[in-house]
């Protein structure tokens, strides 16, 4: 199946800092991209649709100016953590749908990244 | 506002045993698709059931889909010590084009000796 990576797998950083995630389709292109966030054992909540080319929509209650998400090409998407904080310490998981149709249109999902914002 | 629930949230499970989980939607989609994720891991795909009637098989696990009750069931057969993992199931937050999925808030399982 497809492969989507991340890269950092995880990451320490002190309050205050800024962290990037970046997001890549190795096999195939994404116009779309989608970020999410799961808190321990929780369940995994939207954040962001990503979309080449231009603004990301945020989903409600997401800070877009904390939330920094470039789509500059079609295989990477990044999202930047901007002055963190404990609270956003989380697992960041992006996926993507390959642009063709398939039988499962199914969506593959990165590895994620561990924020620790101590 | 799309809801997927899951029940129960939390199973403890003989090895041995056979129990299903449940997954409620309230969307007319579909298409339904399960994940397992492990301590640290990120989403393995399971299942992708795309239409009424589906039912999917793997070793001791089997999904299935009834989009005229929106319920989908994941069935562990003989459950074993490797089948511990979170399940989610999700659906499409909306019927076409490129969209993200809405996650039930999954199933912890535990299957011990």
């Known amino acids: 199946g497809a492969v989507v990576s991340q890269h950092p797998s995880w990451v320490i950083c002190k309050s205050g800092t800024s962290v990037k995630i970046e997001c890549r389709s190795l096999d195939f292109q994404a116009t779309t991209m989608f970020w999410y966030r799961q808190f321990p054992k929780q369940s995994l909540m939207l954040m962001a649709t990503?979309?080449?080319?231009?603004?990301?929509?945020?989903e409600q209650g997401v800070e877009k100016d904390k939330f920094l998400i470039n789509h500059a090409s079609l295989t990477l998407s990044t999202l930047t953590v901007t002055s963190a904080h404990p609270e956003d310490s989380s697992f960041y998981i992006c996926?993507?749908?390959?642009?063709?149709?398939?039988?499962?249109?199914?969506?593959?999902f990165g590895p994620g990244t561990r924020l620790t914002v101590l | 506002e799309l809801k997927v629930e899951q029940n129960p949230l939390f199973l403890s499970m003989q090895e041995g045993k056979n129990y299903t989980i449940y997954c409620n939607y309230s969307?007319?989609?579909?298409?339904l698709y399960w994940y397992r994720q492990d301590p640290g891991k990120s989403l393995e795909s399971l299942f992708v059931?795309?239409?009424?009637?589906a039912v999917k098989q793997e070793g001791r696990l089997m999904a299935s889909l009834d989009t005229k009750a929106r319920l989908s069931t994941l069935h562990i057969t003989a459950a074993v010590h490797d089948l511990s993992a979170t399940y989610f199931c999700a659906v499409d937050r909306y019927a076409s084009g490129n969209t993200p999925l809405v996650f039930g808030k999954g199933t912890r399982l535990s299957v011990i000796a």
């Open positions: 990503s979309n080449e080319g231009s603004k990301a929509t945020y």
């Open positions: 996926s993507a749908r390959p642009p063709l149709a398939t039988p499962y249109n199914e969506q593959f």
């Open positions: 969307t007319t989609s579909d298409r």
């Open positions: 059931l795309l239409s009424n009637g």
